[in-house]
């Protein structure tokens, strides 16, 4: 039987899959609706970059180091792709944005798998 903690924390990882997904979607139809030259990209893919570093150094119980590891790994490179956006050519934008989704959805499915395994 699943307690409410771990219900809400496979709810969240589904979550991570689904918006994957959408931006999987929006990277291979090419329906890309931001400005990623603006100020406003660079200091969210920074920010996601130093979130994943502090997910990664962050001290958590024995039993949690797997998880915390896959956070701050899909983190660090979410932000490195989005880092990445910025700077390509136009037309890398929609497989870079795609490469981005499948960080998420991996990073989901991969954290429900940890979430769900017996202890």
């Given at each position: 039987?699943?307690?409410?903690?771990?219900?809400?924390?496979?709810?969240?990882?589904?979550?991570?899959?689904?918006?994957?997904?959408?931006?999987?979607?929006?990277?291979?139809?090419?329906?890309?609706?931001?400005?990623?030259?603006?100020?406003?990209?660079?200091?969210?893919?920074?920010?996601?970059i130093?979130?994943?570093?502090?997910?990664?150094?962050?001290?958590?119980?024995?039993?949690?180091?797997?998880?915390q590891?896959?956070?701050?790994?899909?983190?660090t490179?979410?932000?490195?792709?989005?880092?990445?956006?910025?700077?390509?050519p136009?037309?890398?934008?929609?497989?870079?944005?795609?490469?981005?989704?499948?960080?998420?959805?991996i990073?989901?499915?991969?954290?429900?798998?940890?979430?769900?395994?017996?202890?």
């Open positions: 039987m699943l307690t409410p903690q771990q219900v809400l924390r496979i709810t969240i990882e589904i979550i991570f899959v689904l918006l994957g997904g959408l931006v999987v979607w929006l990277g291979l139809s090419g329906h890309i609706l931001f400005d990623r030259r603006k100020p406003g990209w660079l200091v969210l893919s920074l920010a996601v130093f979130w994943g570093l502090r997910a990664l150094y962050k001290p958590v119980q024995w039993w949690s180091r797997t998880e590891w896959t956070r701050g790994l899909s983190l490179l979410l932000g490195a792709v989005m880092l990445a956006i910025s700077r390509v136009f037309q890398w934008v929609g497989p870079l944005l795609a490469f981005a989704g499948l960080v998420l959805i990073r989901g499915l991969i954290g429900a798998a940890l979430i769900l395994r017996p202890r």
